[in-house]
């Protein structure tokens, strides 16, 4: 049985920061921001799991119904991540490139502490524990701030390097564009990884300075014992809230000026942009008909098509799409029917999967997968891991990779430029 107590607050962003130091302690963190980012589908301010109480942790192979066993057994809440490889066990596919984060492939934990912020109010939602217990440790987190204020940051400047070079990158990059001439592919998104090998990184500290400069929507830190994600991502893959699902697709990028009238025309131009928008809508199409096998006949609706939304680093093309799903239609195998992701994956789906292993250089892993939840009633929300830094600190390893969606109108030059631009934030926080 899980006990509830909530207790009014008034300093949000004091709260946030002891709430995260207090979850040092735990083997298993789950914390998501909302960085005030609020529209008709938000549910918290912030929201954050520890303490794993049970454990699924996976490979690939028959994962999606490993998951579904777990979720129909625990019955509870469920916080965790599905890795890009999941779709090996999708699809007939493989993945045998370069994997210097060692990420199992799947990993969900139920938590025996969640907190959630929403509002003026911090709700505490503990597992077989008392209100005292609760009341305990709310003294122990207020109190706690204070202690950690003085803390010295401990990371030093890291040394990125690259996976591919830029030359290397345009070789691949008219490779793909051969295969979308020859009608193999309409569109692929093509990713390159930039990492640093014995490095020690401060993840709490990291995560913090990532999420100052992004703000980002479904920002996330993630500890798993050893293992980090520490993610400024802006794009929801999908939700689930009783009988709808919410899937809010990314396509189209365009940088800031901290001139306002520059600002508003770099806006305009991206929401006016022919191939970008045309990347968009190819992704729209993919996204209702991978709704489709999840959905009641009739009910894909898209509700906005290439709205430009505004971030603290970039402008964003974001179409949101809908289904109405059968009540007792499963959580697990909505997410497995639309997975992976068609704004990181391209279409047609299976084809443009192949072709990425073919021509990237690096295993995915937790990139372009999602982090997210599972409630006690089987509804879900889940991001796409884009603009995130990966850390393994056994490992002394750090990865963070940035991606395009490659069309048949697609420049080389322009499409690594707009990788860099996806770069900055993480390059920023790790370069200094």
């Not at 990237?360 to 929300?381: H, I, K, M, N």
Request: aromatic share 10%; hydrophobic share 40%; glycine share 4%.
């Amino acid at each position: 049985m899980r006990k509830q107590v909530s207790f009014s607050f008034q300093n949000l962003n004091l709260l946030k920061d002891a709430l995260l130091q207090w979850a040092q302690q735990f083997e298993e963190v789950a914390w998501f921001d909302s960085n005030a980012h609020k529209n008709k589908y938000s549910t918290f301010d912030a929201l954050l799991a520890v303490d794993a109480l049970t454990v699924k942790k996976t490979d690939a192979a028959n994962a999606f119904e490993d998951l579904k066993e777990y979720q129909e057994q625990t019955n509870d809440w469920l916080f965790g991540y599905l890795s890009y490889d999941l779709k090996n066990d999708v699809e007939d596919l493989e993945s045998n490139n370069c994997d210097g984060l060692k990420f199992a492939d799947l990993f969900f934990f139920q938590p025996k502490k969640i907190i959630s912020i929403a509002g003026s109010e911090v709700t505490f939602n503990y597992l077989n524990m008392s209100a005292d217990e609760i009341q305990e440790d709310y003294n122990l987190i207020l109190n706690g701030e204070l202690n950690h204020a003085d803390q010295k940051p401990t990371t030093s400047t890291v040394h990125i390097k690259m996976r591919i070079f830029k030359d290397e990158y345009f070789r691949k990059v008219n490779r793909m564009l051969s295969h979308i001439h020859r009608g193999d592919i309409y569109e692929a998104n093509f990713c390159q990884e930039f990492y640093a090998e014995n490095t020690s990184l401060e993840p709490l500290e990291t995560y913090k300075k990532l999420n100052e400069i992004s703000k980002a929507p479904f920002a996330t830190y993630l500890k798993l014992g050893n293992q980090y994600l520490l993610s400024a991502t802006p794009e929801r893959y999908l939700k689930k809230v009783h009988n709808k699902v919410i899937s809010q697709p990314i396509k189209g990028t365009a940088k800031r000026s901290k001139n306002k009238k520059q600002d508003n025309i770099l806006r305009k131009t991206l929401a006016n942009d022919e191939k970008e928008r045309a990347e968009n809508i190819m992704i729209v199409d993919l996204v209702r008909n991978d709704l489709s096998k999840s959905a009641l006949k009739g009910t894909v609706v898209v509700e906005e098509l290439c709205k430009v939304y505004s971030f603290d680093q970039v402008h964003q093309m974001i179409s949101t799409v809908v289904a109405t799903v059968d009540k007792d239609k499963n959580p697990v195998e909505i997410i497995k029917e639309t997975f992976p992701m068609g704004s990181m994956t391209g279409a047609p789906k299976i084809s443009a999967m192949k072709i990425i292993e073919e021509l990237e250089s690096f295993r995915r892993g937790l990139y372009s997968g999602a982090v997210g939840y599972f409630t006690p009633d089987g509804d879900f929300d889940f991001n796409v891991v884009i603009r995130s830094i990966l850390y393994n600190a056994s490992e002394k390893y750090v990865s963070f990779s940035v991606g395009s969606a490659i069309t048949a109108k697609a420049i080389p030059e322009k499409e690594y430029e707009e990788c860099l631009l996806k770069a900055k934030a993480m390059r920023q926080v790790l370069e200094g």
